[in-house]
């Protein structure tokens, strides 16, 4: 008889999770004096957003988080990241506090706790106060100073019970998606210049939010930063196409992870940038690189690089552009390249020297998943998961500090511009009846968490 020997196992330690955020769940999108957000106000406008689809309601999680979590339980999930929608505390994004916001989360924890999960908490998931965004968003610097305001109140309230705490989720999408493409909301379409300067607020906000849990965290919090930077993966694994790939790398991510590990834009940023690089203020560095506890960071797909030499290719690399039939999902931009969860923590230790790294996100959408017979048959998002543990685990085998593994999503949800169609869940949710069907990649992720190792 042969016995299955491949061993995969995971540290002790490592933490397995799934995510979701605020706007994208909870629905009761004007409940108990919650105020608007900017995708409130976005997703009204006509032509915004696929089938004109809301967040009103979205998974009603906001009067339904103790089944959730009672589900959650049941597939053995010991760790949630969730976000805090900032317009329920502070629904003009001003000081006039909403305390039934602060109540609403209060409650939601204490669930979580009941049903013993522990919450990985975001500070800011893109739902803006629809008020700052009026005046002047992520343009302006009194953003940073309305978010510092928020920051201070939610470590403050909830530090007894949430030790670990993230600032921002993605920047480049909420200022260049927002800002620039205008594909986000607040669906702006505006110069480099002005995307730039929405970098240098949301930077300050981070720091800001580290700020806030150095001082009012308590014993044990830590904080980090989740940034969806861009991902180089070399074509070959050869010592020629590795330092292309990491040149790029360094270059792409000059003007977060490079800004939040040094103290100040690199020259090579502000050259590329010229007349439209960011304006910043005394001190702002020192707020912005504080030290963090990790690293967050949301995988889901990479560029593929090799090493090339000549004029065209003056940086010693060449992206590649991916042939229309490369496999990808339903979301145009998420093309399999799992090799993406291996490099970027690689690079992101030996650049940055992180000590402490979380895949705070790493999921895929499609658009058919039916439920029949009470399941949901999805192998192609098992497939996904299980290639990116694989290369989890080869990274940690390799030194690489990967702490946890976060799966986006828990639960079909609110797809931003792509409305209810995407579905990203490991639980099936129909929008009519609110009903949640586990998928078979939750039964499966179910097991791994508890084996702990790849099946
Ligand atoms: C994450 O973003 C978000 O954090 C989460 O809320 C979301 O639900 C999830 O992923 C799935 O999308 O405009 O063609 O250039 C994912 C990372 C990176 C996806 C930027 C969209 C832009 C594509 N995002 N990307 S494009």
């Known amino acids: 008889m042969t016995t299955f020997t491949y061993s995969s196992n995971f540290p002790e330690t490592f933490v397995f999770g799934v995510a979701a955020a605020s706007a994208q769940i909870e629905g009761a999108a004007f409940a108990d004096g919650k105020g608007e957000s900017v995708w409130d106000h976005f997703a009204r406008i006509p032509g915004k957003v696929v089938g004109g689809d809301n967040l009103d309601v979205a998974c009603d999680h906001y009067n339904r988080f103790d089944e959730d979590f009672a589900l959650m339980a049941s597939l053995g999930v010991k760790h949630y990241r969730l976000s805090i929608a900032w317009p329920r505390i502070y629904p ?46 992520w343009t302006s610097r009194a953003t940073a ?80 930063l989740t940034d969806n930077c861009d991902v180089a993966v070399p074509v070959t694994e050869t010592p020629a196409d590795i330092a292309a790939a990491k040149a790029w790398f360094s270059d792409k991510n000059a003007h977060i992870l490079g800004a939040i590990h040094g103290k100040g834009y690199s020259e090579y940023y502000l050259q590329r940038e010229g007349a439209n690089a960011p304006s910043w203020e005394a001190g702002d560095f020192d707020l912005i690189s504080q030290p963090t506890d990790f690293l967050g960071l949301n995988i889901y797909t990479a560029t593929y690089i090799r ?125 009519k009846t609110q009903v949640r069907t586990p998928k078979l990649s939750a039964r499966y992720y179910s097991r791994v968490m508890q084996e702990r190792k790849i099946l």
Request: proline share 4%.
């Open 145 to 224: 100073d309305a978010f510092r305001i928020y920051a201070d109140t939610i470590v403050k309230a909830f530090s007894s019970v949430v030790k670990n705490w993230i600032t921002l989720n993605e920047i480049r999408c909420f200022t260049v998606l927002g800002y620039g493409t205008g594909t986000k909301a607040p669906g702006r379409k505006e110069s480099d210049a002005v995307v730039n300067q929405t970098y240098h607020v949301a930077l300050l906000c981070h720091g800001h939010g580290v700020a806030a849990v150095r001082t009012h965290g308590g014993p044990g919090a830590r904080v980090g």
């Open 307 to 431: 090493a090339a030499s000549g004029e065209a290719f003056p940086r010693g690399y060449e992206a590649l552009k991916l042939p229309a039939n490369y496999p990808r999902a339903d979301s145009v931009w998420l093309n399999m390249i799992p090799q993406a969860i291996y490099w970027a923590p690689r690079m992101c230790q030996e650049l940055y020297e992180h000590k402490s790294i979380y895949i705070t996100e790493n999921g895929c959408g499609y658009d058919v998943e039916p439920v029949e017979n009470g399941e949901v048959i999805d192998l192609h998002r098992r497939d996904y998961v299980r290639n990116h543990l694989r290369e989890v685990h080869r990274a940690i085998s390799d030194g690489v500090p990967i702490d946890g593994y976060f799966l986006w999503s828990f639960i079909d949800n609110y797809e931003w511009e792509d409305g209810y169609a995407r579905r990203f869940g490991i639980v099936h949710c129909d929008f």
């Open 92 to 137: 003009k994004g001003d000081d006039q506090l909403n305390q039934a916001g602060l109540d609403f989360y209060h409650r939601l924890f204490a669930s979580m706790a009941k049903h013993g999960i522990t919450p990985w908490v975001t500070m800011f998931h893109w739902d803006l106060p629809q008020a700052l965004e009026e005046k002047g968003g």
